[in-house]
């Protein structure tokens, strides 16, 4: 692990007045996201109960488990795939009662997914410029006609695309079909669209799934080095313990639906239930 990501992982974490923890950097900010005794039934099941969580408004925060604890519902439920049972969701200080996905990332929530989803036959600048349509600057009437204000709003969304694309070195890949690129650089496609349409709170699902040693450890930098030039929060699903424990501010633990823990890395890895639950069972079957 670089020293710059393990400088970044050091970040001090202070009482938030909800009784919450976020970076000391957010003081004084109001937090991205407010989940507040967050609960959703399937039939008979409680999937997720009573769930609550804050985030700063530039924190990297980590959602981890084991499998089956209900990770990707919560991430459902901030995005609205799923409306929940119970319990409200604020982001950027609103409540999202009633919205839906589509209004939900007009708010500041974007994602990816644990199964890649991207338009396969597309080019890769393409796929990045669908999650810059909420900022087209021309009309319909432009758009028809191809007037002066369609061409110079596509310049703008072609230079947009571009330095999206420059996060991970990808520009020279701007003309290849998406679906052809390796399984790594798709991750990385997805991250850069969700980015595109201009989220306060990125959620990564799984980010590292497939990735190498080398590609694991650029991720991390990549990670830091958005949420320091986009100035956003950032919360990740991921079962690299490595990665979560070196890069992630504030860690909340699941298991059956149930937060079992909150804390920096070095609490999380010395609590007692979360090593039964989560990491200690990881040990076991590395042995």
Request: aromatic fraction near 6%; proline fraction near 5%; include cysteine.
């Amino acid at each position: 692990m670089s020293e710059n990501v393990k400088r970044k992982s050091n970040t001090k974490m202070v009482p938030f007045p909800s009784r919450a923890i976020v970076p000391e950097r957010d003081l004084g900010k109001r937090p991205v996201l407010e989940c507040s005794h967050l609960g959703i039934d399937f039939g008979g099941l409680r999937a997720v109960d009573d769930f609550n969580l804050t985030i700063g408004k530039t924190e990297i925060a980590g959602l981890i488990g084991p499998n089956g604890a209900g990770k990707t519902t919560v991430f459902n439920l901030l995005t609205k795939v799923y409306q929940p049972t119970s319990g409200t969701i604020m982001v950027n200080g609103k409540d999202t009662a009633g919205m839906n996905t589509v209004q939900a990332n007009r708010l500041g929530l974007a994602r990816t997914f644990q199964n890649i989803r991207l338009f396969n036959q597309m080019t890769v600048e393409d796929n990045v410029r669908i999650g810059l349509h909420n900022q087209i600057s021309y009309g319909m009437f432009s758009g028809v006609l191809r007037l002066p204000p369609y061409w110079i709003g596509e310049k703008k969304q072609h230079e947009k695309a571009m330095d999206l694309l420059s996060i991970f070195h990808m520009e020279d890949l701007a003309n290849e079909k998406a679906g052809s690129l390796p399984y790594g650089a798709q991750r990385r496609l997805e991250i850069v669209r969700a980015l595109a349409t201009n989220p306060s709170l990125l959620l990564l699902d799984e980010p590292a799934a497939g990735m190498n040693p080398k590609e694991t450890e650029e991720l991390m930098e990549n990670i830091i080095k958005i949420r320091d030039q986009f100035q956003i929060a950032i919360m990740l699903i991921e079962h690299d313990m490595n990665l979560v424990m070196g890069i992630c501010e504030g860690i909340c633990v699941l298991n059956f639906g149930k937060v079992i823990a909150k804390g920096t890395a070095d609490e999380i890895q010395q609590n007692p239930e979360v090593i039964e639950a989560y990491l200690g069972r990881q040990r076991e079957d590395e042995e």
